[in-house]
């Protein structure tokens, strides 16, 4: 597997076509177009941050078996029964807390870590931990009435801010409009405690998307999103390392 280039026109073709014809008939006959042009620049897109958070964050890891998510989608529980996404993506994760995300999951939940979307009119870099579950919530809510303050300096710190604005607070279910039980209307946390999920993220247009700067550009959001991520790996007891 030779190193990541950048991703062709032909991917956002394709996922263009796929949200057309989200049917297996369709995807089985143009296989070898997602396969040459989304899912092995996606691989090499993985070794290359492997590679290059060695050197950034060292607990992060991203091997191509395991980072990628599956084109194929759960219908099991969803009443879309549409087989495929419409998107590619991947996940870099910490070492130690293994690669679940959110509360779906089967295995273990994971942590925070790092997150590439690539679909037509709609990619984004992100980082955080997306809707975790109950328990590991609480341990960070109450890592957040102890240490808000640290919290607050990290998400609000002017690089941040001019990346990402905010937390993302816009999906359904993210933000409660009370803070939870056990904790004072009034707590100098309030504003984070309400949050069910601790990510942030940025839009990347096709243009960036399609880049051969793509490497670089994503580098540095994953770099201003990673305070942020190593705190909430921390309250999890998931440490940081200086080497790999």
């Known amino acids: 597997m030779s190193a990541f280039t950048r991703f062709e026109s032909e991917a956002l073709t394709f996922l263009r076509g796929l949200k057309r014809r989200n049917e297996k ?3 089985e ?23 290059r958070f060695a050197a950034l964050a060292p607990e992060f890891v991203a091997p191509p078996r395991r980072a990628l998510f599956r084109i194929h989608r759960d219908v099991r529980f969803s009443k879309d ?3 495929y996404k419409t998107h590619a993506a991947l996940w870099v994760f910490h070492r130690d807390a293994g690669r679940g995300v959110g509360r779906s999951v089967g295995e273990a939940h994971g ?6 979307h690539l679909e037509p009119g709609a990619s984004l870099v992100a980082g955080g931990y997306w809707m975790p ?14 240490d808000y303050r640290a919290f607050a300096t990290l998400v609000k710190a002017p690089g941040f801010v001019r990346r990402f604005r905010s937390l993302t607070d816009d999906e359904p279910g993210v933000r ?5 039980r056990g904790f004072a209307p009034d707590h100098p946390a309030a504003e984070w405690l309400r949050f069910n999920s601790f990510t942030a993220s940025r839009g990347l247009t096709d243009a960036e998307a399609l880049s051969p700067k793509l490497v670089d550009t994503i ?15 921390g309250a999890l007891g998931h440490g940081s390392a200086a080497r790999r």
């Not at 070898?32 to 993985?46: D, F, S």
């Not at 942590?111 to 590439?116: I, K, L, R, T, V």
């Not at 540095?220 to 909430?232: E, F, I, Q, S």
């Open 81 to 83: 029964k549409s087989p």
């Open 176 to 180: 409660l409009t009370r803070v939870p």
């Open 25 to 27: 008939p369709w995807f």
């Open 29 to 51: 006959a143009n296989r070898p177009t997602y396969e040459r042009a989304v899912k092995l620049p996606l691989q090499r897109l993985a070794e290359e941050l492997d590679v």
């Open 111 to 116: 942590g925070a870590g790092f997150y590439f």
């Open 219 to 233: 580098l540095k959001d994953y770099a201003a999103l990673l305070p942020m991520v190593r705190w909430l790996n």
């Open 133 to 146: 579950p109950r328990p590991a919530l609480n341990i960070i809510r109450e890592r957040l009435a102890e």
